[in-house]
């Protein structure tokens, strides 16, 4: 359990660059950090939120009230050798903050408390913040440096004297991404190369357990010159700027120049996508992170409920040639994907994996390799016709 003072929790503060400060008490590590405070609107997977690389550098705050009631379940693994039940092998957030947490949990996975696995990971977590002032606050100014003290310091307020640095200056992509490639079901009957920008469990698991074989590649790897090994491209999600990510644009480019292979990109893998067809990107005030973001088709006018995690989109007023809106965000009108009007090229904001759901896009996997397969037949020398998805979101390719 985290220190305490007579049996009683240690003091901690959110101190923001803006300076306001939100009191509370810490239930996590005795430590303080710094990062970028931002929202979730997600009810319930903070395991899986707290476990997602795109959270790196980041201060996350729960708007739902009651936090940590299910606990925290174990590193159990499935049959390809993914975490069941995190998004990634570690804790990624620089800290939480949440209304009210619950000392008590229960649930069948649970083997320890929120607090213990904060702890565990050395991750501050303060509760009795007033959340909803807090969401409204950053609604209001946008996503806002801050820093989580604990213990004496959390007292000074001192913040105009205080260095904020600022993660999205950093390659948090980077710092996220595998080191060496890495193989899941190798069995797989088409091959998917997976650009690893912070790639999320349940995204592997997604294109595995539609028998795809799956090789995850770092985010700087020169793919096109092993292009040929593959079926298709897959390009991840993953934290900060994508500015930063210079090597994977370089390689997309070539690849859309020369390439004609299927390629699928989710959330940093849009914005990665999008630049490499020549659109800029900008930040976004606050950011879409939740499970409860509508999502609507371009083509159809159908409206998907969508799991999202970013804070960056593209700057899709003038759209490059041979290049077309795919989905835009029903409440902002912010760009939600892009797709190539005559090859198997498309990408898209939010998640369609939604560990924690909604799961209205998960076809969109099915989408993809069902273009891999297609794609495969007519290189070997046989052109069979793709088969339309009912109400598919994806337009037919020329």
């Known amino acids: 359990m985290p220190s305490t003072i007579n049996n009683s929790p240690l003091p901690a503060s959110l101190k923001l660059k803006t300076g306001q400060i939100f009191t509370g008490?810490?239930?996590?590590?005795?430590?303080?950090?710094?990062?970028?405070?931002?929202?979730?609107?997600?009810?319930?997977?903070?395991?899986e939120s707290m476990t997602d690389p795109s959270y790196t550098g980041q201060i996350l705050v729960f708007t739902q009230p009651l936090i940590g009631n299910y606990g925290v379940p174990g590193q159990d693994k499935d049959e390809f050798g993914l975490y069941k039940y995190f998004e990634s092998d570690s804790i990624q957030v620089q800290g939480i903050i949440v209304n009210d947490y619950a000392t008590e949990y229960s649930h069948w996975t649970a083997v320890e408390s929120l607090s213990q696995w904060c702890v565990r990971y050395n991750v501050p977590a303060i509760s009795g913040v007033d959340t909803r002032a807090l969401t409204q606050l950053l609604r209001d100014q946008g996503s806002t440096l801050g820093q989580i003290c604990v213990g004496q310091d959390?007292?000074?307020?001192?913040?105009?004297?205080?260095?904020?640095?600022?993660?999205?200056?950093?390659?948090?992509?980077?710092?996220?991404?595998?080191?060496?490639?890495?193989?899941?079901?190798?069995?797989g009957d088409v091959k998917i190369a997976v650009i690893d920008c912070g790639v999320k469990q349940n995204i592997l698991r997604c294109l595995a357990s539609r028998g795809a074989a799956v090789t995850v590649l770092p985010h700087d790897y020169d793919f096109n010159s092993v292009a040929h090994q593959f079926d298709g491209i897959f390009i991840s999600n993953g934290p900060g700027s994508p500015t930063t990510c210079v090597e994977t644009i370089k390689h997309l480019k070539v690849a859309l120049e020369t390439l004609n292979k299927p390629i699928f990109g989710i959330c940093m893998g849009n914005l990665l996508l999008g630049m490499a067809a020549g659109l800029q990107v900008y930040k976004l005030p606050f950011g879409n992170r939740g499970h409860n973001q509508p999502a609507l088709n371009v083509d159809t006018g159908l409206c998907y409920i969508t799991s999202q995690n970013h804070g960056y989109a593209l700057n899709d007023t003038d759209m490059p040639k041979q290049w077309k809106r795919l989905f835009v965000n029903a409440n902002d009108g912010s760009n939600e994907g892009i797709q190539h009007e005559t090859k198997p090229i498309f990408s898209v904001q939010f998640h369609p994996e939604a560990k924690?759901?909604?799961?209205?896009?998960?076809?969109?996997?099915?989408?993809?390799?069902?273009?891999v397969r297609a794609d495969k037949v007519k290189v070997e020398g046989f052109e069979v016709p793709v088969p339309q998805v009912q109400q598919s979101a994806i337009a037919t390719f020329a």
């Open 154 to 187: 959390s007292h000074i307020d001192d913040i105009a004297s205080t260095v904020f640095p600022n993660p999205n200056n950093d390659n948090l992509v980077a710092k996220v991404s595998t080191k060496v490639p890495l193989n899941y079901n190798p069995k």
């Open 356 to 371: 924690g759901g909604p799961q209205d896009t998960v076809y969109l996997f099915e989408e993809f390799l069902k273009h």
């Open 25 to 47: 008490t810490s239930f996590g590590a005795p430590v303080s950090t710094f990062g970028e405070a931002v929202f979730t609107t997600s009810l319930v997977g903070y395991p």
